[in-house]
């Protein structure tokens, strides 16, 4: 099976990845927005967790990845529910990981280990333990096959940069110790602004932000009314929404009546109709200098204020007023 992506190009995988491509959890994601709200206010938002799985196996497998890592990463958003993060502000996640804390239950509950045994590999193996793949993930403010692909796809769909940054900034990329690294500092400060646009720009973009807080006041209603239960969120996003509209509660249809690309919105510390902070998403590249792998802010003073803005930003949250 060949599969392609714009930013990687196309790649010949084992039949395990085939099988797995097609099986109904991966093939779920195709129905889970990655933005949560954001392509019910903004139809041009419609980057899906499908989209970015393919794209973190390609991106392992530039990189010299082995096949079990690129199942690992396939399969790492595979417990998303629908709408994405939005879940975590209807069940109050914090640490805005509740798909994490339902991905054993998940996998397990579906055919994800059968077809994984049946290709001689151990799923509990590869999938619950996933500080073994240090390119897939890493700790922020480090790169990571995850942080770069959900950036880099972001950004080029939405027009914040071109195919041909996105290919210069992937020639950089090196692999140190199994961590992702950069080989010149001035591309670390490329991606320290690209990610800045990512988790500023457009995480906290005040009509994301909107979307995001109507969709989980909606769910949150929906709930209590029974109109929805938690099972609803394994589901794909239409199917929720489909869910919402059938029902016979009119609150929650005024609620879904909120939610729609003509809304207009201001930043506003004074009158606000509701705050709302970001998960603070840092980015400092590990960075090739002489002998050394260092981080660029130790480099550059430029991915330093970065970090520092960023920081800031999310910390300070966004004040949106409803006009």
């Known amino acids: 099976m060949h599969i392609s992506d714009p930013i990687y190009g196309a790649f010949k ?31 041009k938002w419609n ?62 509950d579906s055919e994800i280990p059968w077809v994984l045994d049946n290709h001689g590999y151990d799923y509990q193996t590869i999938l619950y333990d996933e500080a073994r793949w240090t390119l897939l993930e890493r700790p922020a403010p480090e790169l990571c096959a995850d942080r770069i692909d959900y950036t880099l796809r972001d950004m080029y769909v939405y027009g914040h940069i071109s195919l041909e940054d996105a290919h210069q900034f992937l020639l950089d990329l090196i692999v140190v110790d199994g961590k992702i690294c950069l080989q010149h500092v001035t591309v670390a400060e490329w991606f320290a602004n690209t990610y800045y646009k990512e988790v500023i720009g457009l995480f906290m ?40 509209k ?14 729609h690309p003509d809304v207009r919105l201001e930043e506003d510390q004074n ?17 090739i200098n002489g002998q050394k792998v260092v981080s660029a802010s130790s480099l550059s003073n430029e991915v330093k204020r970065i970090k520092h803005e960023t920081y800031e930003r999310a910390m300070a949250g966004v004040y949106v007023k409803h006009e």
């Open 13 to 43: 995988v084992e039949p395990v990845l085939e099988e797995l491509i097609g099986s109904k959890p991966v093939q779920r994601l195709r129905g889970i927005h990655q933005g949560g709200a954001s392509y019910l206010v903004n139809e």
């Open 47 to 108: 980057v899906t967790r499908f989209d970015h799985s393919i794209g973190v196996i390609l991106l392992i497998r530039k990189l010299g990845g082995t096949v079990e890592e690129q199942i690992a990463g396939l399969l790492h958003d595979v417990s998303h529910t629908a709408f994405s993060h939005v879940a975590d502000y209807v069940f109050d996640n914090q640490k805005e990981d509740y798909h994490e804390e339902i991905y054993r239950s998940v996998v397990a």
């Open 205 to 244: 973009d005040p009509l994301n932000i909107y979307g995001n807080e109507m969709l989980a006041r909606t769910l949150k209603h929906a709930l209590e009314k029974q109109v929805l239960d938690r099972s609803d969120f394994l589901g794909e996003d239409e199917e929720v929404i489909s869910k919402l």
């Open 246 to 259: 059938s029902s016979q509660d009119s609150e929650t249809h005024r609620f879904l009546k909120r939610l």
């Open 271 to 287: 009158g606000y109709d509701f705050h709302r902070k970001s998960k603070v998403r840092l980015i400092d590249p590990l960075v």
